[in-house]
């Protein structure tokens, strides 16, 4: 995975378009949500992608934590200094808040370990829907509303014991999901492993919106459905 060429940065104006943004997506981190369709009505670009070029840009640090605070439109300018200094706002020219990161310690410095890195966050976050989502909402009883879904990815967080990383290994840990009301919090936790050895930690969280009763038929349509993108994205024959 080459990251630049899913981005454009002119000195420290950063910004997307819609091919870059959602062939990111599509390719590398398997995620098919209609929101990162080229013409999209309501357009964004994938979270995964802003993270990336942050661990690009800055490296990785022995503890992160990044909060998406709004959708960032394609050809939206925003600022990406050329250095971090334990905390960044990511915003557009108006003062538009898209993203907050927080940093301590060390850093990995190693390019190649952090585009590994980077790698298996993307495609461990890229499978959430519907590997992971799907069995949890089933556990819980509830679904999200297949007319108008809801899933909104809020924040993350990784903390590593060292920052001499090699080929650097994500793998699921644990997963929940806490229902109130038509709401539902869902936590995704990882561990990092490198040379099978337990080197990091980290999480997921996402609010899912307009839960209801869950329902095997209506939520094997939406299933299908997103399959359907994969396979017609890749040219495979249902």
Not at 101 to 122: F, M, S
Not at 152 to 162: F, H, N, P, R, W
Not at 199 to 228: A, C, H, P, S
Request: include cysteine; hydrophobic fraction near 40%.
């Amino acid at each position: 995975m080459k990251i630049e060429d899913y981005y454009q940065l002119d000195g420290e104006q950063l910004q997307f378009t819609e091919s870059q943004a959602s062939q990111f997506a599509k390719s590398i981190a398997g995620d098919f949500n209609p929101l990162h369709d080229v013409g999209a009505k309501r357009f964004c670009v994938p979270g995964d992608l802003l993270f990336s070029v942050l661990l690009n840009r800055y490296g990785v640090f022995s503890s992160m934590q990044v909060k998406f605070e709004g959708m960032l439109s394609a050809n939206m300018p925003v600022l990406l200094p050329e250095t971090i200094d334990k905390k960044l706002v990511l915003k557009d020219a108006a003062d538009k808040v898209y993203l907050e990161v927080t940093t301590d310690g060390d850093r990995v410095t190693d390019p190649q370990a952090i585009a590994t890195l980077t790698k298996e966050y993307v495609q461990f976050s890229g499978k959430t829907f519907p590997d992971i989502l799907v069995e949890l909402m089933r556990s819980e009883g509830m679904m999200i509303n297949p007319a108008r879904p809801l899933v909104i990815y809020t924040d993350m967080a990784l903390e590593l014991s060292t920052t001499k990383l090699l080929a650097p290994q994500l793998t699921l840990a644990d997963t929940s999901l806490a229902v109130e009301g038509k709401k539902g919090k869902a936590t995704l936790q990882f561990d990092l492993y490198d040379n099978n050895t337990l080197v990091g930690k980290g999480e997921k969280n996402m609010v899912l919106g307009g839960l209801r009763e869950f329902d095997e038929q209506t939520m094997g349509g939406i299933v299908e459905q997103y399959q359907q993108w994969q396979r017609e994205y890749r040219g495979v024959s249902a």
